[in-house]
């Protein structure tokens, strides 16, 4: 049984991971750090979790990481650097936020303004897209998940960009992203009655932060700078990423290689070709459908991706990744099925 | 291991019992049967289970009964009835419609609307609210679930008439409840454009047939007719219930009444005196959540209670008394925290 | 053609009162305040107002309220006393806040933790249920609007209490709301994550402000004290407010005498008997609709209320208040039919 | 004041109808045709319109034609044409369906699957996006409703294309839409449980009718055939499309043609560059709010206008249109602001 602590715990991410290790076989959750809320309970903070037996949230101070086998950070951007940087060298640690992601300290910079605060760590962190950096991951120290916006793109095109069967100038991702990836911040934007009952794009024409990690892997799997356009639209509901990957290909290979890719992958359905997903069909759960199709105009397809930012796109994958640095079966405490409807 | 078959695979409580069972250490899914769906998969049907190894959907006919240890049955009322009339004798059964939940062939023939079909089952069946009828169940062969709302308002209401707490003549039950407690049926008013984004009460007035479950248990405990109002009305929400109960009796007495009568149950619980639950905290699992206030005015309380209506409302609870009947632990497969947000 | 200030302009009430005047062929919005978001233009706070040329929103210092006609005045609470305590004693005022609702000061500091501070200005001002204080209203100049939720149970109750049809000892508003009624405030439980796909009670017990305003109108009705219960909830919707009202009376009596009294009310809808309104039906307009259905325990009825919260609820009755203070038809730019779906 | 004729009332684009023209100064409602339910009122039909006094349902046979000044049609496609054609050869039509909208009666039997059976009204039809056909809709007995998704993407892209601006082989429209669109039918996927929650594509790859719109107007503005991908998605909401328009060419170019384009519009509004539009910001109204952007990567643009489809993409304009055949004021009944929160 190893001992896990969650730093971070009171925003959504922390109790997507405590709703996830609480029926995980080789898991107990000894430490759970919030500092803003440290003091209260989970059951104040997350009612849902009530039933649960957990720590008290207590500031991370307070944590003697000496009895910690595994490390969660769930805290903001920037946060998180700081943190990690006074963690104890040897602990094992997986970030979910944005710090670790980029591996150019350059790119860093650029896209998050200033200049990081780790570089040591950020140095050894480990790009945390499980399919694609598994053995990586397995030995690494430092995991870094990625943005949930990125996994999704990133699902639908690696093989792709990697088979060499598309246009690599002319990528569009078109993602609609429900609001849960945003966290409990208050913001009049997240709202109820400024969000529901309707749509709208944000970070339009390349400005979104998870471009960089397109940036990075597209690039690295190319060979040569790609550059996509991505523009990311709030959906009215809480959970669920859908991207509507537009590129120059032909369909048939395409959904080829995704099948291919992703045979014996268990969180990757590739739907036969010309079904689509739905973010309904994956709320909840660590799976990931894709769908492809052609378009009427030859030489052209739409390939579309769906997935739970919580969980595949955050969570999940912090716990899948987790699962593989403790040497677990990879897909423990993450097979259940999606809630639905 | 288990052998299971359910029956009415291709409706909402259907597929529940199939995401319950997917993560099930001693059961496995070894017949699907939908009339009207046969032939097809299941992931034609919910293809958020598509990742499921999962058998075919058949008629009813097709199934080797012989072979199953334990048969759900999630078909429509009054089917339900003529199909488990023919089911093997020896057959486990639980089953999730309104054909057996009334012991009284005359209060079955008023509520709905004719003669039952299989009285010789009816007066076999064990009503399955697994708290008040666990040894019942453990050595039934036919329980019958509850209704949703029945189930609800009952968590709220036992132990207080059971206590002689409560003034039996004034008890008023306003619920909301989500809308996959209709089911996947066809009617404008479960529409979207019609469903959301308001409410409206329904079966107004003491017409709803869940009140003839209320009645049954409710005058059972008492040792006299007992007869509450209650009004459902449709949430903008897919999965669960509130329950909001109004009585005369001290507030202090009530809260204490239901925190001893489920201090040991699992997925009852019993919030601090005065904290409302919330359906956003047990969305998508088998916890109960119950509050209780007193009113300004001296000696009048509010009871609210809250669950999912596919979980614990029915299909959690049909294998909650499944894992019973099969003597294995009650909870197994069942404590999966809430999904929230 | 009258000059029309609206203080708080920046809020939904305020926002709401703009929507309907900007149709109003005899008001004409000269200036909006709004202290927190001055200099900005209503375009940049409410972009669905872009269309409309309307002055830029100031201070409410720099208002020269010489040239104008009526002022709204949609401030919160408190800040409402202090703002109207400051203009001229001659303009005429429709105020949308809680602030000059309570004719008791007693009552007033009582509900609303302190002394009030405009004492001259309430016992000045008109409580501002239009159907049932017309001509107080035709002749005052300050008008106080009515809570939203006070306003939804007196529709379904004056009458009865009035008539002497209903027990006035047993009396129980549960009453849901959408979420705009509590404004663009930034709190944690109005996220949509939070919010959304569920629902919850509170002010449970008696401690919701509006019951100061049902204390008042009821007790005042009736000739001595009568004190109702009172439990709302919060929809996942935006607008619309349902009450649900249980009384114990003649289903038939209490149907004629919600008939007969509002028979001539252009916004005041009696359905026919036993049936059931809905907030979709109302959505976005001045129209409330009352049901009535007896209870299946003879001499017990259910009256259900539907109403939108920011517009017959607040905004709209502001506006036909506004319209009989200067003299105009009472239904002026009212009578807009609901959106629906 | 002009009589008016809605034949297909009982679905919602006839409900808009009524909606509009009941605070319609010039217009009557004379008849309500809707063969299903005839012999219902419309309250029955739609309780959100009950405080109209609006005539019987009735068939279409039963109307006196003569007695009509101008008759919309919102019948379903295919029922349309055989009605029109059974009218009165003088009477002024504005047809909601998509019967008359293509010039071409081969790209009709293609895209629609079979021969068109009023060729003759077909070619005496006009297209009715008013903005580019006002002249041709003034003089015009029937006028062709478009469709609410190519509405939404002509808005966008009609400049640009007349202005040489952008290339015309890489176009990509990626499409949301809420569910109102699909009407008042009977299908699994448009129910509440199944649609909310979540988003999903559908028509992908070049099968959604509405590109046969695109290709007859984008192609006869061009000179040339213009192919455009288009990918419409279905929203959580009930009201309201989103198209987010792909195009290669200058940002500040496109920006400006549209401004100018528009500049005299009264409800096309054209944002300050670099702001997004929202559906929830014209939700209910006939505006129409469209935004630019400039990519990352030089020489691209995106361009995204919203609209109401119940509104300006059907209803709304189908009114606009009626004005101007009846020589009325071209915004008439249309002015109202959009309904937010």
Redesign the interface.
Known sequence: MYDIAILGASG?TG?EL??LI??HPEMRIAALGANSKAGQSMSDV???????DLPELVTIDEIDFSAIDLCFCALPHATSQEVIAALPKTLKIVDLSADFRLRDSEAYAKWYGGAHAALDCQAEAVYGLTEFYRDEIRRARLVAGTGCNAATGQYALRPLIAGGLIDLD?I?I?L?T???GAG?S???N?????????????G????HRH?AEFDQEFSAIAGRPV?V?F?P?L??????I?A?V?VKGEPGAIHGALRDAYASE??L?V?PF?Q??????????N?C?IGV?????EG?S?V?A?LDNLTKGSSGQALQNANLMLNLEETMAL???????
């Open positions: 959504y109790a405590i709703r609480a029926v997350f009612p849902h979790l009530r039933h649960l002319d569009i078109d609609k429900g609001v849960s409990r208050l913001k009049e997240l709202l109820h009655a400024e969000l529901s009952e309707g749509t709208h794009a944000y339009v024409g390349g400005t471009l550059k356009q523009t639209h959906l009215p509901a809480n959970r669920g859908l509507t537009y268990p969180f359905q739907l010309g689509v997903p739905s973010t309904r069909h994956i709320r909840g759960s799976y459908h199709t052609g378009d009427r105009i052209r739409i579309i769906a097979t259940a099925p999606p809630v639905f409807p």
